[in-house]
């Protein structure tokens, strides 16, 4: 079967507007950058916000989720690029987790001396490549997509100059990287030789119909180091060791990224290259995969389980343990799916959860940015008494905290998992049901005990006297960081409120 084949010369230009529009953006920045004079840098923020802004706006002519683009001619199934339901839901969270991202960045490169049109054009790249990722539907296009995404976020981890913890984690996140593209492209090279076809569509129809045991076995061996490779990715245990350091290491803002953004760039991918790709082989990737996702949860949670306040932890590296815990839980429904009789209601559950984790979890990022304002340790011990400093940061993050854990009044954080648990009972996976109500459980602990001490008395060190009472020497909150936490406190308690918004993807097909 061979690949060279003619394409449709039209292109849909509406359905490919997103990431075009956010790629576009990136570029304008870049040329500005060169013109503007350092006293006007701050606008290159604004300006990426509003690019951010106006290509998630452009999703809303999408909502018909029937668009597809670069097909082969004969062929209107085998497509590059489509813009369904999926597409759009996943769409929607990397340029809105973005749009969130800027907002925390614009007084942090500010107030760090980072270089402006570097960050945003790398900011902005890299979310055009987030973008691009969940309308991919051929191998070629998908890994592109990916290393777009991932190759940005490494110069931005180490954009700090000159401090040792930034470039060790922009270090450790590349060769791990790295690593997980050399193996994926050899993946994805022996499915290549097996089918014939880097088309999802035909891969998927290629498989099913081998011929030959020996194009069988090498048609194996691609998928199973193609699912390595997102592993990585996706920071499933044990592929998760550089999660941490890279958290604490990166600006805050981009920390927040990749827990947000950079996971929905590795979960879409691995949706895609599973379900719509090797179906046929759902025997081998559903038992791997629940056995990722119990790992993955049982190491994270145990990690964040050290993090205890009194031993000095950072906040930063517990959100990064609690990150590989929510990993797990991700991909329960991903796991399910190889198991389900219906895998798109499986799949709806894991996009449902991604989007309420997003919205809390950046949520807690920007009240960590703010903490770290007056406090650049971000140690927990710092966030004790905040709710005598700053009263509705800590009820917000207090509500952050019981969304990821699954308590009210966080109902969307609660509900979410329910989903994640009906997808796992559904596909006879009760062993691993049993597995997430365990570190369920063991996560309520550590997620408690941060909220609760942010309404203990704060402890001055010795020598130095107690802080004021609130409201006598609070600094004033940024504009902009005060509107990315606004906005993610009104979303999740909209969410939580309304919770079918997001749980209507768990009844629907996305696929």
């Given at each position: 079967m061979?690949?060279?084949?003619?394409?449709?010369?039209?292109?849909?230009?509406?359905?490919?507007?997103?990431?075009?529009?956010?790629?576009?953006?990136?570029?304008?920045?870049?040329?500005?950058?060169?013109?503007?004079?350092?006293?006007?840098?701050?606008?290159l923020?604004w300006?990426?916000?509003?690019?951010?802004?106006?290509?998630?706006?452009?999703?809303?002519?999408?909502l018909?989720g029937?668009?597809?683009?670069?097909?082969?001619?004969?062929?209107?199934?085998?497509?590059?690029?489509?813009?369904?339901?999926f597409?759009?839901?996943?769409?929607?969270?990397?340029?809105?987790?973005?749009?969130?991202?800027a907002?925390?960045?614009?007084d942090?490169?500010k107030?760090?001396?980072?270089?402006?049109?570097?960050?945003?054009?790398?900011?902005?790249?890299s979310a055009?490549g987030?973008?691009?990722?969940p309308?991919?539907?051929?191998?070629?296009?998908?890994?592109?997509?990916?290393?777009?995404?991932?190759?940005?976020?490494?110069?931005?981890?180490?954009?700090?100059?000159?401090?040792?913890?930034?470039?060790?984690?922009?270090l450790?996140?590349?060769?791990?990287?790295?690593?997980?593209?050399?193996?994926?492209?050899?993946?994805?090279?022996?499915?290549?030789a097996?089918t014939?076809?880097?088309?999802?569509?035909?891969?998927?129809?290629?498989?099913?119909?081998?011929?030959?045991?020996?194009?069988?076995?090498?048609?194996?061996a691609?998928?199973?180091?193609?699912?390595?490779?997102?592993?990585?990715?996706?920071?499933?245990?044990?592929?998760?060791?550089?999660?941490?350091?890279?958290?604490?290491?990166?600006?805050?803002p981009?920390?927040?990224?990749?827990?947000?953004?950079?996971?929905?760039?590795?979960?879409?991918?691995?949706?895609?290259?599973?379900?719509?790709?090797?179906?046929?082989?759902?025997?081998?990737?559903?038992p791997?995969?629940?056995?990722?996702?119990?790992?993955?949860?049982?190491?994270?949670?145990a990690?964040?389980?050290?993090?205890?306040?009194?031993?000095?932890?950072?906040?930063?590296?517990?959100?990064?343990?609690?990150?590989?815990?929510?990993?797990?839980?991700?991909?329960?429904?991903?796991?399910?799916?190889?198991?389900?009789?219906?895998?798109?209601?499986?799949?709806?559950?894991?996009?449902?959860?991604?989007?309420?984790?997003?919205?809390?979890?950046?949520?807690a990022?920007?009240?960590?940015?703010?903490?770290?304002?007056?406090?650049?340790?971000?140690?927990l011990?710092?966030?004790?008494?905040?709710?005598?400093?700053r009263?509705?940061?800590?009820l917000?993050?207090g509500?952050?905290?019981?969304?990821l854990?699954?308590?009210?009044?966080?109902?969307?954080?609660?509900?979410?998992?329910?989903t994640?648990?009906?997808?796992?009972?559904?596909?006879?996976?009760?062993?691993?049901?049993?597995?997430?109500?365990a570190?369920?459980?063991?996560?309520?602990?550590?997620?408690?005990q941060?909220t609760?001490?942010?309404?203990?008395?704060a402890?001055a060190?010795?020598?130095?006297?107690?802080?004021?009472?609130?409201g006598?020497?609070?600094?004033?909150?940024?504009?902009?960081?005060?509107?990315?936490?606004?906005?993610?406190?009104?979303?999740g308690?909209?969410?939580?409120?309304?919770?079918?918004?997001?749980?209507?993807?768990?009844?629907?097909?996305?696929?």
């Amino acid at each position: 079967m061979s690949q060279v084949t003619s394409l449709v010369q039209s292109v849909d230009w509406l359905a490919i507007a997103p990431p075009t529009l956010t790629a576009a953006t990136a570029l304008v920045v870049l040329v500005a950058d060169l013109f503007l004079p350092a006293a006007r840098k701050p606008l290159l923020g604004w300006v990426s916000t509003a690019g951010l802004a106006a290509a998630a706006l452009l999703l809303l002519p999408l909502l018909d989720g029937h668009r597809r683009t670069f097909c082969l001619t004969g062929t209107p199934r085998a497509c590059s690029y489509a813009a369904d339901h999926f597409t759009l839901a996943i769409q929607f969270l990397v340029l809105a987790g973005a749009l969130l991202t800027a907002l925390l960045s614009i007084d942090t490169v500010k107030d760090h001396g980072l270089p402006a049109g570097e960050y945003w054009f790398l900011l902005l790249s890299s979310a055009a490549g987030a973008a691009l990722l969940p309308a991919s539907r051929d191998l070629a296009t998908l890994v592109i997509a990916l290393e777009v995404a991932s190759l940005p976020a490494f110069a931005l981890v180490g954009l700090r100059r000159g401090d040792r913890l930034s470039s060790e984690a922009a270090l450790k996140f590349f060769l791990s990287s790295v690593a997980a593209t050399a193996v994926m492209l050899l993946g994805v090279s022996f499915v290549y030789a097996a089918t014939g076809s880097l088309h999802l569509t035909r891969v998927a129809h290629a498989l099913a119909a081998l011929p030959d045991p020996r194009l069988a076995t090498l048609a194996g061996a691609g998928v199973a180091l193609t699912l390595v490779g997102f592993a990585f990715k996706t920071a499933a245990a044990p592929f998760h060791f550089w999660v941490p350091d890279t958290y604490v290491g990166a600006p805050l803002p981009i920390a927040a990224y990749l827990s947000v953004v950079g996971k929905a760039v590795g979960f879409s991918g691995l949706i895609l290259v599973t379900v719509q790709g090797f179906p046929s082989y759902a025997h081998v990737w559903g038992p791997a995969l629940a056995v990722l996702a119990a790992l993955t949860m049982t190491v994270g949670n145990a990690a964040a389980l050290r993090q205890d306040p009194a031993r000095d932890r950072s906040a930063i590296r517990l959100l990064a343990w609690s990150s590989v815990g929510q990993a797990g839980y991700l991909l329960v429904p991903i796991a399910a799916a190889g198991y389900a009789h219906d895998p798109a209601h499986a799949i709806g559950a894991t996009v449902a959860y991604a989007l309420m984790y997003a919205a809390v979890n950046l949520g807690a990022f920007a009240v960590a940015a703010l903490v770290a304002r007056t406090r650049p340790a971000n140690r927990l011990a710092d966030y004790r008494g905040l709710y005598h400093r700053r009263p509705l940061v800590a009820l917000a993050l207090g509500f952050f905290l019981l969304c990821l854990a699954g308590l009210p009044p966080g109902v969307i954080g609660l509900f979410a998992k329910v989903t994640v648990f009906s997808a796992a009972v559904d596909a006879g996976l009760g062993w691993l049901a049993v597995v997430m109500a365990a570190n369920v459980v063991i996560a309520l602990y550590y997620y408690l005990q941060w909220t609760a001490a942010l309404f203990r008395p704060a402890e001055a060190p010795a020598g130095e006297p107690a802080e004021a009472p609130a409201g006598r020497t609070r600094a004033p909150v940024p504009a902009a960081l005060a509107t990315a936490l606004a906005l993610a406190t009104a979303l999740g308690v909209v969410l939580s409120g309304a919770p079918q918004l997001v749980l209507r993807f768990a009844a629907g097909a996305l696929l």
